[in-house]
């Protein structure tokens, strides 16, 4: 039998996550992963043993993934307390005094960790026993994100190819695809899926956008008609620009609805960042959400917002907005940071930059906490230190600042009108500056290495 430290679940303690036990997540283009957290890592695609990622459209058994090497190494590497390749954005969570999705999942589904110890070998071999499925059922949104891709939101497709550098562009076939995804209207995966249906406790949705992609609704219709949906607990995340009629029909049928809506930034920053969101629509939902949550059978419901260049000076807004504003959904958003693109990546502005937003966020936390918030405050460091973790790197920046442009030309926005503190970033690069941070670089380098013989 396997055994657990007492203190596995605190941050940094181990790295074991019931997610690889007990949950299959099927990306955007039905490619099988660890969990959407790991979703932007290599590791995270699951393979089969001839290195090969495994599909939905495949035909493998939950019991076949589960059995891949793949798979087995996770679950022998978690047992063992050692991070696996994939979960390094846990891992830099937890690292960053973050809340990881690891230690939520572990608690959330608590009760499944004495079967999972029981029932796994020492190489990490384990029956099925998948009671949770996150499905991204196609890239069909209403919005175009500037930090989205069209791998989430085919309508960014144009954009994102004369915003991005020439090998990150999508072209030919790979456009085709992503232009008309269809996998996930194949009969015999909804087949699979009715029959898996007597085991689920959670089903988990997010695009695209949910709530308007027609077979998420095809996927409620069918828990409902199978007597099921009582005893399964719904999570969305959605964009909050729409809460469709059908739906809210549909879910008090079930154990109960999570939401996390997704917000980026308060006002038209937010309709910048999340082109062509109305805020004026996502606040009327929002209270919607918060005033009628008995009767729309929400169990819990949060703000997330992806931290990144164009909100870092702005979070504080957002934040004391939903700590204002609501009284059922939770204060305090998910603060999360975004890794790529690249070029949207706070850890990668100038230090005189991150010093402002620093001083910004620690001031929030500290008029946050003068009010009695205590709720959350941690993922302000997290996020401080996760900036911290990276250096100022100007050619990223300059793909910034040409995305931005893109952006901004096509969409007839001006970034430093709605972001007066970021609008020295939009000036055209000065040739010598990046030489001078070179020169920098490599004389402290060399102080350094003089330093190891003279001392
Ligand atoms: S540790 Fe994190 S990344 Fe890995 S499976 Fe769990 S939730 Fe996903």
Known sequence: MNRLPDNFNEPNAHAFCVLPWVHRFVNLCGEVQVCCTAEEHPHSHITHDSGEPVNAADGLSDE?????????????S????????ACERCMVTEEAGGNSRRCAENEHFAQHIPWILEHTDKEGRAPAHIRSRDFRLGNLCNLRCRMCHPRASKLLLEEWNRASRKSLRVTGEKAAKLADMDWFRDAALWDAFTASLPDLEHLHFAGGEPLVIPEVLQALELCVEHGVAGRIELTFNT???KL???????????????????????????DYIRFPAKWKTIARNLDRIDREHEAL???WATVSATVQVYNIFHLAELVEYTHRRFSFIQSMPNLIHLSFPQWFNVQYLPEAMKDATEARLLDLKARLAAQGAEHGLNQIDGIVRYMRMGDYAPHIMEEFRRA??????????VLSEIVPELAPLMQAPDPGARMRLLVGKVQRKARRFQGRFTS
């Open 239 to 241: 964009n909050v620009t």
């Open 244 to 270: 469709p009629r059908r739906h809210r029909e549909l879910w008090p049928r079930f154990r109960k609805v999570n939401l996390v809506c997704s917000v980026d930034a308060f006002e038209p920053l937010n």
């Open 404 to 413: 931005t442009a893109v952006y901004d030309l096509m969409r007839g926005e």
């Open 64 to 76: 076949q993934i589960g059995d891949t090497r793949h798979m087995r190494g996770i679950r022998k």
């Open 297 to 299: 059978n929400i169990g």
């Open 78 to 85: 978690m047992l063992q307390g050692q991070w696996p390749a």
